[in-house]
């Protein structure tokens, strides 16, 4: 009996074990208190960066270029494999050896120990991973006047505070006196708030250029937050450049919020020619691949999109086995695409359905603050660029 009593109390320890490994995820814990390191890292060079300026000093680095914190023997960081950048920016790296030195020689270029009332960085923070194949890393960027650091998040907890922290990216966390000098540094290409509340421009603020001419008078509205347009008839739709996104199967992300009284097929944001974010077919939003046919999702069928409410949609694409996530306002689900999702082409657009051109579009309905990103979000980002906005 003894034997048999202690075998289930065995049983009944391993158990609780088990549970504990779920609930208390290992792997995300670790991840948070990276995290956690991140922001304090940023917060520490935020504040020296205030000193420097308040001792004054006014030399903040060259402007137009991204210093980044991983080492390289390259100074234009050549052989990291980071993603382009916008016309007239480049990147600066230094070595391993002066990576962290505070005396103008590290990946920051300014001089903290020049501060007459002390150097207030023994060592210039660096990420904890300090990688670019994950994106962890950290960035720094002048004007000449004003400055901004970056960071990118990898636990799912973290994701609210990279949302809220002001940049136009909400996956990128951000200190500075300007958060808008790089918007682009971990993947956004297009960014379009729809706040101009009038003329032909729509103007994008991911710092790639892609501005987008408005064709045959949307109204322009006050939308859930800020501006939008309203969209009224087959005719009225947005296009722009496509700078910033490769062609061929490559990674990308729609994000916009819509609404609308239909039930049926409205086009919300399409990238070069083969593919579009649409909503919604019966009910479903779907990705539209011209190339390989639709991959509807019911995300979650207790909402009704037609409900002249406004909702969050998102649909983020990975060339990996054609692996997407669906994204509609809180909810999310992984589904595989039924072909790939951008095979080339030269422009973005706006309320217009590249495939059909338009024919089978529903009217009225008003967008607002779209977004088209070249990397794989994930549905923890997803989620916190919903509750930023909700």
């Known amino acids: 009996m003894a034997l048999i009593e202690l075998l289930i109390v065995i049983a009944i320890i391993g158990i609780l074990a088990a549970v504990v490994v779920l609930v208390v995820n290992p792997a995300q814990l670790v991840a948070q208190g990276r995290d956690s390191t991140r922001i304090q890292d940023l917060a520490s060079i935020n ?3 205030g000193e420097y300026l308040a001792n004054g000093n006014t030399f903040l680095g060259s402007s137009n270029t991204v210093y980044v914190s991983v080492p390289d023997t390259s100074t234009t960081c050549s052989d990291l494999g980071l993603p382009a950048l916008p016309t007239g920016w480049s990147y600066h790296c ?3 050896s002066t990576l962290t030195e505070t005396n103008g020689n590290g990946w920051i270029p300014i001089s903290f120990s020049s501060i007459t009332t002390g150097n207030p960085l023994p060592t210039i923070p660096i990420d904890p991973q300090n990688t670019t194949s994950t994106g962890e890393y950290y960035t720094y960027a002048t004007n000449g006047s004003q400055y901004e650091l970056t960071s990118y998040f990898e636990s799912n907890n973290y994701q609210t505070q990279a949302a809220q922290s ?12 300007n958060l808008d000098l790089t918007p682009f540094v971990h993947g956004l290409v297009g960014y379009w708030p729809l706040n101009e509340g009038s003329g032909t421009t729509a103007y994008d603020k991911s710092g790639w250029g892609n501005n987008g001419t408005v064709f045959n008078s949307p109204s322009w509205i006050s939308g859930i937050n800020g501006g939008g347009l309203y969209f009224t008839t087959s005719t009225q739709y947005v296009t722009s450049t496509q700078n910033g996104l490769s062609s061929g199967d490559v990674p990308i992300t729609f994000t916009g919020w819509i609404k609308t009284p239909n039930s049926t097929i409205e086009s919300i944001a399409s990238a070069s020619a083969n ?14 691949e011209c190339n390989g046919g639709d991959t509807p999702s019911n995300v979650n069928t207790s909402i009704n999109i037609g409900n002249s409410a406004w909702h969050f949609v998102a649909i983020s694409f990975s060339p990996t086995n054609n692996a997407s996530i669906f994204a509609l306002d809180g909810s999310s689900i992984n589904l595989t695409a039924n072909g790939p999702a951008n095979s080339g082409g030269s422009y973005f657009t706006i309320g217009y359905d590249i495939c ?5 579009i529903s009217y009225p309905y008003y967008l607002t603050d779209i977004r088209i990103y070249r ?3 994930t549905p923890a980002q997803l989620l916190a660029m919903y509750n930023r906005i909700k």
Request: glycine letters at 8%.
């Open 47 to 49: 504040t020296a960066l």
């Open 94 to 96: 230094v070595s391993t």
């Open 166 to 177: 002001g940049n136009p990216d909400p996956t990128t966390y951000a200190l500075g006196s």
């Open 275 to 288: 593919s579009s974010m649409e909503v919604n077919r019966n009910g479903q939003l779907f990705l539209h």
């Open 356 to 360: 059909d051109k338009n024919v089978n």
């Open 375 to 377: 990397t794989s979000l």
